[in-house]
């Protein structure tokens, strides 16, 4: 079966520094996605970026970028310029990729934004 | 980009009333409809996937009788909690996808909805 793990319950950083966020996951597949959402006290969902696993280049959505290490099984965010509004909860994904199947979520990092 | 419409937002009913949720695709057709439920402080767990025309399948220790899905249609699926009672509060969110078998569709999310039964 499918797991994500994601082992920092809670981070902080300083406003404008950078900060990473890890994720790990075990799988038997070579076809699948991995997904960063951001929830904010809202509770809505926000998809930040997304991986292919047969593309080897890191995907990057303006200051958030992964690391996607496909052997080591490491899909971890990094945050540049971090600002107030990245405070939120952080959950990692993994979803099959051949079919229209769940979307399997770790247990989320809480980010927490120091002024 | 595609929307998901979840409603309500925010419900309260006294124990032993069904209450019922609504999920609608709003541009675009979703074949396949997941609901999660997320406790407090928590991530998001699935209840059950409902594809449209068909039995909705539950995860294991969810109660079919209890948390009843309908996905009558290709934009709109329906999540009732019969008889709720006060442990059945939670933040109850679906999402949907647009395509059986469609490598890249990504789910949608709605904005959830909070269920407070007194």
């Known amino acids: 079966a499918q797991t994500v793990t994601q082992s920092q319950p809670e981070m902080s950083v300083q406003e404008a520094e950078t900060v990473t966020l890890s994720c790990t996951y075990d799988?038997?597949?070579?076809?699948?996605?991995l997904f960063w959402y951001k929830q904010p006290p809202s509770r809505q969902m926000i998809l930040v970026i997304r991986?292919?696993?047969?593309?080897?280049q890191n995907a990057t959505e303006n200051r958030f970028s992964v690391n996607f290490q496909k052997a080591a099984k490491s899909f971890s965010l990094k945050i540049s310029d971090s600002q107030l509004g990245d405070a939120a909860m952080y959950f990692c994904?993994?979803?099959?990729?051949?079919?229209?199947?769940?979307?399997?979520f770790g247990k989320g990092t809480r980010l927490h934004i120091l002024p | 980009g595609a929307v998901v419409s979840q409603h309500p937002s925010r419900v309260i009913c006294k124990s032993g009333t069904s209450v019922k949720i609504e999920c609608r695709s709003l541009?675009?057709?979703?074949?396949?409809m997941f609901w999660y439920r997320q406790f407090p402080k928590q991530s998001l767990m699935l209840m059950a996937t409902?594809?449209?025309?068909?039995?909705?399948?539950?995860e294991q220790g969810v109660e079919k009788d209890k948390f009843l899905i309908n996905h009558a249609s290709l934009t709109l699926s329906t999540l009732t909690v019969t008889s709720a009672h006060p442990e059945d509060s939670s933040f109850y969110i679906c999402?949907?996808?647009?395509?059986?078998?469609?490598?890249?569709?990504?789910?949608?999310f709605g904005d959830g909805t909070r269920l407070s039964i007194l």
């Open positions: 994904a993994y979803k099959p990729g051949a079919r229209d199947d769940k979307i399997i």
């Open positions: 409902s594809n449209e025309g068909s039995k909705a399948t539950y």
């Open positions: 799988t038997s597949e070579s076809d699948y996605y």
């Open positions: 541009d675009f057709q979703a074949t396949t």
């Open positions: 991986q292919e696993a047969y593309k080897q």
């Open positions: 999402s949907a996808s647009g395509g059986q078998g469609v490598r890249n569709q990504p789910q949608h």
